[in-house]
């Protein structure tokens, strides 16, 4: 039987979540990062760090919920009686990856589009046992599926990903 929403959002989910971006938010503060290839590194303010983390934050909570919604659609078209708290649960599991890159996103020598990147490939395991597991579709549909949730958590945490950056570098 899986956990409850709530249960697994307070104990599983926003703790990786918020330990994530904490060590990033000390990384930023501390060690730094670089603005692209060719600068050397730069210390942030607290502020712009704070902001950036809690961008990041707010925008994965969203990506979640709006992927949620769209997963149950898609899922119902195909045939599969889903909830959203289903989808929900799904994807916070799935998308625990993502969060952990936010420890080596940290390090202001790893890429951070190569710490997404990574934390994505992790995604794609978890995403796809977990629509076998929790979603539990017909074995023919369950492919699409799974197909359609690592398009959707991809795009939308790219972006997500893409906006963070650009505030975190002052460009809104």
Do not use: N
Request: aromatic content about 14%.
């Amino acid at each position: 039987m899986a956990p409850s929403v709530w249960f697994a959002a307070l104990v599983d989910w926003l703790p990786w979540l918020l330990l994530g971006l904490g060590t990033e938010y000390y990384g930023l503060t501390h060690w730094g990062g670089s603005l692209s290839e060719i600068q050397a590194f730069q210390t942030y303010s607290a502020d712009q760090a704070l902001r950036y983390v809690g961008i990041y934050g707010g925008l994965f909570v969203l990506v979640l919920l709006v992927s949620s919604l769209w997963l149950k659609s898609v899922a119902e078209s195909f045939g599969t009686r889903v909830t959203f708290s289903q989808t929900l649960l799904m994807l916070g599991y799935g998308t625990i990856p993502i969060s952990l890159s936010r420890f080596a996103d940290a390090l202001p020598q790893l890429p951070t589009w190569a710490c997404w990147g990574a934390g994505m490939v992790l995604v794609a395991r978890g995403l796809y046992h977990g629509v076998a597991l929790l979603l539990k579709p017909e074995q023919t549909k369950g492919f699409g599926i799974y197909l359609f949730s690592m398009v959707v958590v991809g795009c939308l945490s790219g972006i997500a990903h893409l906006l963070s950056i650009i505030v975190l570098r002052g460009r809104i």
